[in-house]
C-alpha cells in the first residue's frame, strides 16, 4: 500500500521553519507593505481556534466565508458565521484542502485523503449537492484547485514524502484530465492569470514560485522561475489568489508577498502565524482573508480581487 506523509506532519515542519527563521528576520530585513493595503490597515482577527486552516473561499451569493479546517485527521469546511464565531458547513471532508470559486458559483475543492477533486453547490447547512469532479486512487493527495475563464480546472497533486511522484493536472472542458508538469518536485499552490494564460505554481521543496504559459488545448509549455523573494524565511509557499490588476498574492516565505504578473516584488504582508492561503471577499471584494495556524484574519484592501473584476 503506498505510504503517504500525512498534511498536519508538513504542517508541523514548516511551523518549526517558521519559527527557527522569524527572529532572524526581524533583525536583518526589512519589506515595504504592498501598496495595494490601505494605508495603516491592521490585520484583523475573524476567528481563533486550535487547528490549521486552509482554502478560503468568498461566496458571493450568500457573502460569507467559508474555509477548510485540519485537526489531526479531524477536517472540516467551516463557514464564519460573524466575527469569532464559525459553523461546521461540511463534516469528514476527507481532506479538503485548496478550494476555489467555479465559474458556476460552485466550490471546488482539493481532496488530499480522499484523492479526489470536488464541486459543492452552496447551501444554508452543507452542500446542496455534491459532484466529484476528477478521482484517481494513485495521486498521492490532491492539494489545490483553481479554474480558468474557459472552463478548465488545474489542480497539484504533490508528492511530499518522496518528491519522485508528484505533478499537476488538468481537466479540460472536454472531460480529458492530463499531467501537465512533473518537473516540480512539490507543486503545491496553482492559479492562473486573470486571462487564463499563464498558470503560476509554489513549489514546497523548491520554496519558490514558476510560471507555465497556457497552450490552446489546456496544457502549459516551458515554465520559468516566476518569484523568489530576498529573504531568509524558509516556510514554503502555500496557496494563492490574484486581484483585479493581476497582482498575484503569494502566502509563504514570511507571510504573503504581492509579485506583479512580471514577478516583480510589490512588497510583503508579514503575518505573526504561518499563512497557509488568502483570498479576497466582502461585498465589495476589497477584504483580503488569510488563514493561518490556529487564526483567519483580514485585512483592508484598495483594489478587488479577481472574481471581482
Not at 528576520?25 to 495603516?40: C, F, M, S
Not at 487547528?51 to 467559508?66: A, M, N, R, S, T
Not at 492539494?143 to 474557459?150: E, G, H, L, S
Amino acid at each position: 500500500m503506498l505510504q503517504r506523509i500525512t498534511l498536519m506532519t508538513v504542517v508541523l515542519s514548516i511551523l518549526l521553519t517558521v519559527q527557527m527563521g522569524w527572529a532572524q528576520q526581524k533583525e536583518t530585513e526589512t519589506h515595504p507593505l504592498p501598496a495595494t493595503v490601505v494605508e495603516n490597515a491592521k490585520l484583523q482577527e475573524e476567528y481563533a481556534a486550535k487547528g490549521f486552516f486552509e482554502g478560503p473561499i468568498w461566496d458571493p451569493v450568500g457573502k460569507q466565508l467559508y474555509f477548510t479546517s485540519f485537526v489531526d485527521k479531524d477536517t472540516k469546511i467551516l463557514r464564519l458565521e460573524e466575527r469569532g464565531k464559525a459553523s461546521v458547513w461540511l463534516d469528514h471532508t476527507k481532506g479538503i484542502n485548496g478550494t476555489w470559486l467555479s465559474l458556476e458559483g460552485r466550490m471546488l475543492g482539493a481532496q488530499a485523503y480522499g484523492q479526489h477533486v470536488m464541486s459543492y453547490a452552496f447551501g444554508e447547512s452543507g452542500p446542496a449537492d455534491t459532484i466529484v469532479i476528477a478521482e484517481n486512487p494513485k495521486w498521492n493527495q490532491p492539494n489545490d484547485v483553481c479554474q480558468t475563464p474557459n472552463g478548465n480546472i488545474y489542480f497539484t497533486d504533490p508528492d511530499f514524502k518522496n518528491h519522485k511522484t508528484s505533478a499537476v493536472y488538468v481537466k479540460t472542458t472536454e472531460g480529458a484530465v492530463k499531467k501537465i508538469i512533473t518537473s516540480m518536485p512539490v507543486p503545491n499552490g496553482v492559479i492562473a492569470s486573470n486571462d487564463g494564460k499563464t498558470l503560476y505554481v509554489g513549489d514546497s521543496h523548491e520554496k519558490r514560485w514558476r510560471s507555465f504559459p497556457i497552450l490552446a488545448d489546456g496544457t502549459v509549455g516551458t515554465g520559468r522561475l516566476f518569484f523568489d523573494p530576498e529573504t531568509s524565511r524558509k516556510d514554503s509557499p502555500d496557496g494563492m489568489s490574484i486581484d483585479a490588476e493581476g497582482n498575484l498574492y503569494l502566502s509563504g516565505r514570511g507571510g504573503v508577498w504581492v509579485a506583479s504578473p512580471e514577478g516583480k516584488s510589490l512588497g510583503l504582508i508579514p503575518v505573526p502565524e504561518f499563512c497557509s492561503n488568502v483570498t479576497f471577499g466582502c461585498a465589495e471584494g476589497k477584504a483580503l482573508y488569510l488563514t493561518c495556524a490556529n487564526k483567519v484574519y483580514s485585512l483592508q484592501m484598495k483594489v478587488k480581487g479577481g472574481q471581482f473584476r
